[in-house]
């Protein structure tokens, strides 16, 4: 079985690549998602004690917890410290599931992969990518984003630059979503040799 890293800085498109595999069959775990599902679950009441006042009804308020820890590398090094294992376990699990189903290629969607070290975790990397100003206009468009916010963000991921040169594969998600798709369904044909 193939292990993909899915890649790319925020806003450039890895959500919209990630269902693209889905919809081609390939399994995909999305680290995001499962923080998501933890913070409504079994992380919430650790990221509490950790950090009170940053959840409600017992859920993450990510908000409050946003306030918390951007701009703030010891608050965030000790949420990852209680988020990444979890996470990690999720991800186990869900390659043994796969394996176990007979899956030639999953595809491991982790933001920062290189971040954390999860590149050492898989046999291929794709980076998706578009260039910085349709990332901005992109990032800029979600509710609740700042320029302020994007900084902060953008100042803890590896520069798209270095993603790139990193990678195995590179999709640049500025073009028509068939184009898009169409990188993809190469990607897996070379990679499952179909």
């Known amino acids: 079985m193939i292990v993909l890293g899915l890649t790319g800085s925020i806003g450039m498109g890895k959500s919209t690549a990630a269902q693209m595999f889905i919809d081609a069959g390939v399994p995909v775990y999305s680290a995001d998602e499962t ?22 009804n017992g859920a ?18 000790k949420l990852e410290s209680i988020v990444h294992p979890l996470v ?13 189903a007979g899956a030639k290629l ?12 999860g590149d050492s975790r898989v046999d291929k990397i794709l980076v998706v990518s578009a260039p910085a100003d349709v990332q901005k206009k992109r990032v800029l468009a979600r509710l609740d984003m700042t320029p302020e ?18 990678a195995d594969f590179i999709v640049n998600t500025d073009q028509t979503f068939d184009a898009t798709r169409a990188d993809i369904n190469d990607i897996i044909r070379i990679l499952t040799k179909s």
Do not use: C, W
Request: aromatic share 4%.
């Open 35 to 56: 923080v998501h599902r933890l913070y409504s679950g079994v992380a919430a009441p650790l990221i509490e004690a950790a950090f009170p006042g940053t959840s409600e």
């Open 60 to 77: 993450v308020d990510r908000t409050r917890l946003s306030k918390a820890v951007i701009g703030n590398p010891k608050a965030l090094k």
């Open 88 to 100: 990690r376990s999720e991800e186990n699990a869900f390659r043994d599931k796969a394996r176990s």
């Open 106 to 117: 999953v595809v491991i969607d982790i933001p920062l992969l290189f971040e954390t070290g």
């Open 149 to 166: 916010k994007l900084e902060a963000i953008l100042m803890r991921q590896t520069p798209d630059t270095e993603k790139r040169s990193r």
